[in-house]
């Protein structure tokens, strides 16, 4: 349970970071593409005994590549490239997973295995976790720039696409960190829900970058609670933590909350209604 907390914490506070700016950037479709197109990475490192981040990271980088390259040579549009490359890619890995032999379980590969995380795991992820997170530091006012104005970013002498290859390659480090957490079925709601929320709360990217972290933290360790009181996988339930305060974000949030927003659409009606009776 120790280890299962330390790698769902871990985890959570990584991706909430790093969604900030893909909510920011809209590269929520993105973030769905990388986390899918890890899938037969993943399967061949197990195959051939390797660290699983290594054959996740590698295609993680090869999906972006394939989507920038097929964007480039055709006249499709964008979502459409990256539908057909994840998808493709995400198919190839479970018919990986439909030939390994029987007797070996790749299942929390797709659903994830917080229980089951050895030593081993919790000091890869932390290594992960430690190397992204000090990227994202180094880089944070460069990025920031980036996703609120890329145009500046280029008049004052950096460069956008370094700036997004290096935002995709954490995207990838990141999704790596969150399939020991959640799999990789689930890894796409752990890189968009806290950065979707926290846009809900606040306009500031650097509240942006407390808020989200600390909301998914929470989320994370009240999914595993749940999940033990409840007998229930553990990372579903982190996920429906995530989803049940962005609904209730979403609801009740100040000026942007559907409650707020229909206070005030009601006001000047009000005021009419005052204005004109006798």
């Not at 190839?92 to 070996?104: A, D």
């Not at 007998?231 to 909350?257: C, E, I, K, N």
């Amino acid at each position: 349970m120790r280890r299962a907390f330390a790698v769902a914490v871990v985890a959570a506070i990584v991706c909430g970071v790093l969604s900030c700016w893909l909510v920011l950037i809209g590269w929520s479709l993105m973030g769905e593409a990388v986390s899918h197109a890890v899938l037969p990475g993943v399967v061949l490192a197990y195959l051939v005994g390797a660290p699983f981040a290594i054959g996740a990271l590698a295609f993680g980088l090869l999906a972006v590549l394939l989507i920038g390259q097929v964007r480039a040579r055709s006249v499709l549009k964008e979502d459409a490239v990256i539908g057909v490359v994840f998808t493709v890619l995400f198919a190839f890995g479970l018919m990986l997973i439909s030939v390994v032999p029987s007797q070996t379980d790749l299942g929390h590969i797709l659903f994830g295995n917080l229980l089951g995380v050895s030593p081993a795991d919790l000091l890869q992820v932390l290594v992960i976790a430690a190397g992204a997170l000090a990227v994202v530091l180094l880089k944070n006012r460069d990025l920031t720039l980036y996703a609120f104005d890329p145009t500046h970013a280029r008049a004052i002498g950096l460069s956008p696409r370094r700036l997004s290859a290096l935002l995709l390659v954490l995207l990838a480090l990141t999704v790596v960190v969150a399939i020991q957490a959640v799999g990789v079925v689930l890894v796409v709601a752990m890189v968009i829900i806290p950065g979707a929320t926290a846009r809900l709360l606040t306009d500031r990217i650097g509240r942006m970058l407390v808020v989200a972290p600390s909301l998914a933290a929470g989320c994370a360790v009240v999914g595993i609670y749940a999940s033990y009181a409840l007998d229930t996988a553990s990372g579903p339930m982190v996920v429906l933590a995530q989803g049940s305060v962005f609904a209730v974000v979403h609801v009740f949030a100040p000026r942007r909350g559907l409650l707020w927003r229909g206070l005030v659409r009601r006001r000047p009606q009000r005021t009419a209604r005052v204005a004109w009776s006798p």
